[in-house]
C-alpha cells in the first residue's frame, strides 16, 4: 500500500473515530459533579482497528490525532470540562495495543484478550486514575463500576471488533 493511501485510511479512521467518541458515546454520571464518571466510547474499536491494520506506530499517532483534534472539533454532546493530557495517553496506548496484537496466529483468532486487556488496563484503571487527578473524582469509589463495565463491555465491543478486522482486511487487499 502506498503511503498517500496509507495516510488517506488514517485520517478516514481519525474521523471516524472522533465522530464515535464524540457524538455516538454513552456517558453517564456515577456521582454527583459536574462531569460523567462513566464512559462508553465505541472509537476504541476504529483506534484499537487503526493499530491492527496499520502497526502499533500508526495506531499511536491515530489515537493522538483522534483525541487532539477530536478536542477542538468539539467535546461532544454533555461533555463539560477542557483538554486533560491523561486521556490522549490513552488514547494513544490503545492505538498502539491494537497494532501488538496477535493478529496473525489463526484465521479465525478471536482478539477478545488484546481488547479486554486495553478496555480494562488502559481504560478503567488508568481512565479512572485520570478523572481522579484531573477532576479530583474518587479513585476509590469510581474503580468498582468502571471495572465491571469494562468487563461487560469488552466482550461485545471484542466481537464487533473482530468483525470488522476481518472485513477490512478483505477490504483493503
Given at each position: 500500500m502506498s503511503k498517500t493511501k496509507k495516510i488517506a485510511y488514517l485520517g478516514m479512521l481519525i474521523a471516524i473515530i472522533i465522530i464515535l467518541s464524540r457524538l455516538l458515546s454513552f456517558?453517564?454520571?456515577?456521582?454527583?459533579?459536574?462531569?460523567?464518571?462513566?464512559?462508553?466510547?465505541?472509537?476504541?474499536?476504529?483506534?484499537?482497528?487503526?493499530?491492527?491494520?496499520?502497526?502499533?506506530?500508526?495506531?499511536?499517532?491515530?489515537?493522538?490525532?483522534?483525541?487532539?483534534l477530536g478536542f477542538f472539533v468539539?467535546?461532544?454532546?454533555?461533555?463539560?470540562g477542557g483538554f486533560f493530557p491523561g486521556f490522549t495517553v490513552t488514547y494513544i496506548l490503545i492505538g498502539f495495543l491494537g497494532g501488538i496484537a496477535p493478529v496473525k496466529i489463526k484465521e479465525n483468532v478471536k482478539l477478545f484478550?488484546?481488547?479486554?486487556?486495553?478496555?480494562?488496563?488502559?481504560?478503567?484503571?488508568?481512565?479512572?486514575?485520570?478523572?481522579?487527578?484531573?477532576?479530583?473524582m474518587p479513585y476509590h469509589i469510581l474503580i468498582i463500576p468502571r471495572t465491571i463495565t469494562a468487563i461487560i463491555v469488552s466482550i461485545p465491543f471484542a466481537i464487533i471488533t473482530t468483525y470488522l478486522y476481518k472485513i477490512s482486511r478483505k477490504f483493503l487487499k
Open positions: 456517558k453517564f454520571n456515577l456521582l454527583p459533579a459536574s462531569t460523567y464518571s462513566l464512559k462508553l466510547d465505541p472509537g476504541y474499536i476504529v483506534l484499537l482497528l487503526s493499530g491492527m491494520i496499520f502497526g502499533p506506530i500508526a495506531g499511536a499517532v491515530t489515537g493522538l490525532a483522534a483525541d487532539i468539539g467535546k461532544g454532546v454533555g461533555e463539560p484478550i488484546p481488547y479486554a486487556m486495553g478496555i480494562f488496563i488502559i481504560s478503567s484503571i488508568m481512565n479512572t486514575f485520570w478523572l481522579y487527578l484531573g477532576f479530583g
